[in-house]
């Protein structure tokens, strides 16, 4: 099995690039198992003979959980804040994931020399748990939630309208912990230096991609338009748990074609072991993720 492969099939640790002036680094929390059928619905056995390099030993796909590092200097902004402390075994009665642990994110920051109180921001994609855990858990030894001198950034749809994530998991608890400390940003706005907000809905009402620009080139943190790399060549899979498939099918494919121009990078938070990565085209044509980091 080639290198790429192998990194296909497993979660990632931390890994690290940079761009320009700016210092980017996957912050492992923990990993998630995502069954291929019930994950994407309406897939055939077929489309998995054609993409075994995707599953796992388990026959899943192995997803990542963690957050986004962004550093200038001294300062730090935290993209999605893992799952937390939380681990559950495979339940087979679930036909859309299998296990699940987190908890890993502070330590992860500690590895990469910072603290939680380093961090001055934390934006979020969109109001998943697995994108909110250490939001609103409280850190270790302590009743306050780890990153206490940070605002927390969640576009105006979303928040606005963030019953709706109820639905999906979220709890009023998780809610009431953020409220104090969010304030919401609008399509296009800047939230740290060389890093602006654009609304990609579809995976829930007010989705958010992160576009980062430095040094001539740019990176696009798409959250979860896209859930794994399969989907990059095959964007008219979406995710069962999209709020609404037809318009997160049409950001997929818009955001892939955005990959495709020179000096961009991705950055998909539940992309197994390469979350970093270009998007290039096979020998037919189709779009393909390539690991950079």
Do not use: C
């Not at 099995?1 to 296909?8: G, Q, S, T, W, Y």
């Not at 921001?121 to 409280?138: E, M, S, Y």
């Not at 950055?267 to 044509?285: E, S, W």
């Amino acid at each position: 099995m080639k290198i790429h492969e192998e990194r296909l099939r497993r979660p990632s640790s931390i890994r690290s690039l940079q761009l320009g002036d700016l210092k980017l680094s996957y912050v492992s929390d923990g990993v998630v198992q995502l069954k291929p059928y019930g994950w994407l619905p309406g897939t055939t056995k077929q489309d998995w003979d054609d993409h075994a390099a995707f599953l796992d030993d388990t026959g899943n796909l192995a997803g990542s959980i963690g957050g986004l590092l962004v550093e200038l200097g001294e300062r730090a902004l935290l993209i999605d804040a893992g799952v937390g402390p939380l681990s559950s075994p495979d339940d087979p009665d679930n036909r859309r994931i299998g296990s699940i642990r987190g908890g890993d994110l502070l330590d992860s920051l500690a590895k990469l020399g910072r603290r939680p109180a380093d961090i001055k921001a934390v934006a979020f994609t969109h109001l998943h748990l697995d994108h909110l855990g250490w939001a609103w858990h409280p850190a270790p030894d302590s009743d306050m939630t780890a990153f206490t001198g940070a605002d927390f950034l969640i576009s105006e749809p979303e928040w606005t309208q963030r019953r709706l994530s109820i639905e999906q998991g979220t709890t009023d608890e998780m809610l009431a912990r953020l409220a104090p400390r969010v304030r919401t940003i609008g399509d296009g706005e800047e939230i740290f230096p060389g890093v602006r907000m654009s609304l990609t809905p579809g995976h829930t009402i007010g989705h958010a991609a992160y576009t980062i620009t430095s040094g001539g080139r740019r990176l696009i943190a798409f959250g979860d338009a896209l859930h794994s790399p399969v989907q990059v060549g095959r964007p008219d899979w979406s995710a069962v748990s999209d709020l609404d498939s037809a318009e997160s099918t049409a950001h997929r494919r818009r955001i892939v074609e955005e990959l495709l121009h020179p000096d961009t990078i991705g950055f998909g938070i539940h992309f197994a072991d390469v979350p970093f990565g270009r998007v290039g085209t096979t020998a037919d044509g189709r779009p393909t993720w390539h690991p950079v980091a």
